[in-house]
């Protein structure tokens, strides 16, 4: 199968188990935000998930799957807020806080945040050490010292009296957008008892060219493929890679991560062609 299908049918399986975690509970707005803001996307940290445990052997990492995609859901609702970046379209649809309340969006990226951690805890995933494993290096990458931080790095520099220098641009994105899919990357590692130092190294390259292609995006991309809003840093003043580095210094950039991460993949052979893919595709995407 080529990566496209591969991402495909991966997304598919991981909506469904998403979607089977939500069955039963109530007949409320937040449980109908949590589906809404569950759907779509490329779901590529769960592909993530999937291949690296597939490559090391592991049968089901579909679960964990599943866990950083409803953390990324969560983020998500939340980054649209208001209070944050207050974007009205999110996946080419309206933004949670849009299509309900932002009550209601608080409320429902705080569950698809608890969520996460319940999908974590399924037998499927191994032993019990394992499981706490995945638990407390998911809250990791995706607290005060992770997410979160990059996260509050970037509020603070809409107000800042001078912009970001690329150091600290690389550092603000490197927990921002770095850290969960880092943590993706290694899940199978730690789900096979397995070395994650190459995979680390491999994600830290990989999510490095992740963000400076999305600044690429907002500048030259299609808002429609997109499905949001695009040159809103521009507009706003931020420093982004494509402003501090240039267009296509920044293209250049990108390219050599992506060939960065593939090297780090050699330890795996023939066995990481659809991680070396997933590389490339990063840098080929139009959203």
């Known amino acids: 199968m080529s990566f496209q299908h591969i991402l495909t049918a991966d997304a598919a ?18 449980v109908h935000a949590m589906r809404y803001a569950l759907r779509g996307g490329k779901r590529l940290r769960g592909f993530l998930v999937l291949e ?45 806080h849009v299509k309900w309340d932002e009550a209601t969006a608080v409320l429902a990226g705080d569950a698809l945040q608890t969520l996460a951690f ?13 499981r706490v494993e995945l638990v407390a290096s998911l809250a990791r ?12 790095l970037d509020i603070a520099a809409e107000t800042a009296t001078t912009p970001l220098t690329l150091d600290q641009i690389t550092r603000l994105q490197a927990g921002k ?9 290694m899940a199978g590692a730690v789900l096979a008892g397995a070395d994650t130092g190459p995979l680390r190294n491999y994600a830290t390259a990989l999510g490095l060219a992740f963000q400076i292609w999305d600044d690429v995006l907002d500048v ?3 808002a ?14 931020k420093a982004t890679f494509v402003s ?10 990108a390219q050599a991560l992506v060939a960065e991460a593939e090297a780090h993949l050699a330890p795996y052979g023939a066995g990481a062609a659809h991680l070396v893919a997933a590389a490339r595709f990063v840098i080929a995407r139009e959203s």
């Open 244 to 253: 501090l580095l240039g267009l296509d210094a920044a293209k250049a950039r």
């Open 13 to 30: 399986q991981i909506e469904a188990r998403l979607m089977a975690a939500l069955q039963g509970r109530a007949d409320v707005p937040v």
């Open 141 to 152: 990458a995706s607290g005060a010292d992770g997410m979160v931080l990059g996260q509050a």
């Open 177 to 185: 957008t770095g850290a969960l899919i880092c943590w993706s990357a």
């Open 224 to 237: 429609a493929k997109a499905g949001k809003r695009l040159q809103k840093d521009a507009k706003a003043g």
């Open 220 to 222: 030259e991309g299609d």
């Open 52 to 96: 690296s445990a597939r490559m090391l052997g592991v049968q089901d990492a579909l679960s964990a799957a599943a866990a950083v995609e409803a953390l990324h859901a969560y983020s998500l609702v939340h980054d649209d807020l208001p209070a944050m970046d207050d974007d009205d379209l999110r996946r080419g649809q309206p933004t949670v």
């Open 118 to 130: 319940e999908l974590l805890c399924d037998p499927a995933l191994g032993s019990g050490d394992v």
